[in-house]
């Protein structure tokens, strides 16, 4: 076990040998660190945290009380091989939120980036891929083999499906179910989710300038309403060779690989 002479560890939590803590990191009461767990500077594990596994967290991550982060999946396959959790810098994981570790046969790593946001009863399924600045809201789930592209937020009480895929800036609303991959800058709703129009909110919060807006919005309704299936409509607009980043994030998303099929604009 190292832990570092700056980190402090409550008298009631257990750190058990092999442990990597690293300086100014936080212990909190009635605690348990695993053997293959490396904390990193200022981690702060709050109270009656469990971090288990062979799990990285990154710099400055606050664990809140009941979280269980890095144990095995929930995948009936897992026979016991050696797979990994990274969680980055700076993100907020609350009560009961559960992560767990990849599966080999999902390249065997679980990785989420920094500055998210894991609200109360969160979990994060085997293999996900999870990028930066991302919120989930209570008691919503992120199924084994997802990506999560950045600045994605996702409402209270919904569900994304397994190898689903959500495009960068998209939100989904609360109580939603995602089936099928979602373009970045999408807007998700309804009980069984249907793509609703763009983040219009989340874009204009962001500071992103007006006349990539209304690129967007006319590339929106060319998916939507143009001749041909959805792919077909994407490769018309990628071979326009739109100038606005936010067109072409939207292209490359929906001519990239999937194993799943798309919400298409209703």
């Given at each position: 076990m190292a832990?570092?002479?700056?980190?402090?560890?409550?008298?009631?939590?257990?750190?058990?040998?092999?442990a990597e803590i690293g300086p100014d990191a936080e212990i909190g009461p009635w605690c348990l660190v695993g053997p293959r767990v490396t904390l990193a500077a200022g981690v702060r594990l709050k109270s009656h945290v469990v971090?288990?596994?062979?799990t990285e967290i990154g710099t400055e991550t606050e664990i809140y009380p009941f979280a269980n982060?890095?144990?095995?999946?929930?995948?009936?396959?897992?026979?016991?091989?050696?797979?990994?959790?990274?969680?980055g810098a700076r993100n907020r994981i609350r009560e009961g939120v559960t992560m767990n570790t990849g599966t080999a046969g999902g390249g065997g790593v679980t990785r989420v980036g920094d500055g998210c946001l894991f609200m109360t009863g969160a979990h994060v399924g085997h293999d996900a891929q999870v990028g930066n600045e991302v919120i989930v809201a209570n008691q919503s789930a992120i199924a084994g083999h997802c990506v999560i592209e950045d600045n994605v937020i996702i409402g209270g009480l919904s569900g994304i499906h397994q190898w689903v895929r959500i495009g960068k800036g998209a939100?989904?609303?609360a109580v939603t179910m995602v089936t099928h991959d979602v373009i970045?800058?999408?807007?998700?709703?309804?009980?069984?989710g249907v793509?609703?129009?763009?983040?219009?909110?989340?874009?204009?919060?962001r500071g992103v300038a007006k006349e990539d807006?209304?690129?967007?919005r006319a590339a929106y309704q060319a998916l939507a309403q143009g001749e041909g299936a959805f792919q077909e409509r994407a490769r018309r607009l990628a071979a326009e060779g739109h100038d606005s980043p936010y067109v072409r994030d939207?292209?490359?998303?929906?001519?990239?690989?999937?194993?799943?099929?798309?919400?298409?604009?209703?």
């Open positions: 832990v570092d002479p700056s980190a402090r560890v409550h008298p009631s939590a257990i750190v058990e040998e092999g971090v288990t596994g062979l982060i890095g144990d095995i999946p929930q995948d009936l396959k897992y026979a016991g091989e050696e797979t990994r959790l990274v969680v939100i989904i609303g970045p800058y999408g807007l998700v709703q309804g009980p069984r793509l609703d129009g763009l983040n219009l909110v989340g874009l204009k919060r807006i209304t690129a967007l939207v292209v490359d998303f929906v001519l990239g690989a999937s194993d799943r099929h798309y919400l298409t604009p209703g």
